[in-house]
């Protein structure tokens, strides 16, 4: 996936609903992070900032969702933990992790490499963030949707 394509049918189970992209076309823009592992360190972290940053981030029109490929229960856990407001996709099937070409190569489990996709309001992938530090991400993120004019 990348800047550009458009996104279509992509869903995806969270704690409490599934979630289908398709819902905020024409709405809202899509701050959609995948990252290796829940309750770890640097995604900890990364959920973190997104989650101080949520309301910049809904002045602007835009969602944030995360994807991992970690259970739903581990979700819960991990939302409950650090009072995270914005939902987790478990995609314990891999399903979007394929789909956005994300799989980490060296991870037996074939988790997600910490990547970023800003989709704008027409389902079009705007910006993709690769290889993500995730010192000061969330705020490149909402920078990232300013300079575009999202």
């Known amino acids: 996936m990348e800047v550009t394509d458009k996104v279509e049918n992509v869903s995806g189970q969270s704690v409490d609903k599934v979630i289908n992209l398709n819902d905020f076309k024409g709405k809202k823009n899509i701050v959609l992070y995948f990252y290796p592992k829940d309750n770890t360190p640097g995604c900890t972290k990364e959920a973190m900032d997104f989650n101080a940053n949520l ?12 994807v991992s490929i970690d259970s739903i229960n581990s979700h819960k856990k991990f939302i409950e933990n650090y009072g995270l407001k914005f939902p987790l996709i478990s995609d314990s099937n891999k399903q979007l992790v394929s789909y956005f070409d994300v799989v980490k190569a060296d991870s037996k489990r074939g988790s997600a490499k910490r990547t970023t996709f800003l989709i704008d309001k027409d389902l079009t992938v705007r910006y993709v963030w690769r290889n993500v530090k995730v010192a000061n991400h969330a705020q490149e993120v909402l920078n990232k949707i300013k300079e575009l004019k999202l």
């Open 55 to 66: 309301s910049a981030f809904e002045a602007l029109d835009t969602v944030v969702i995360g």
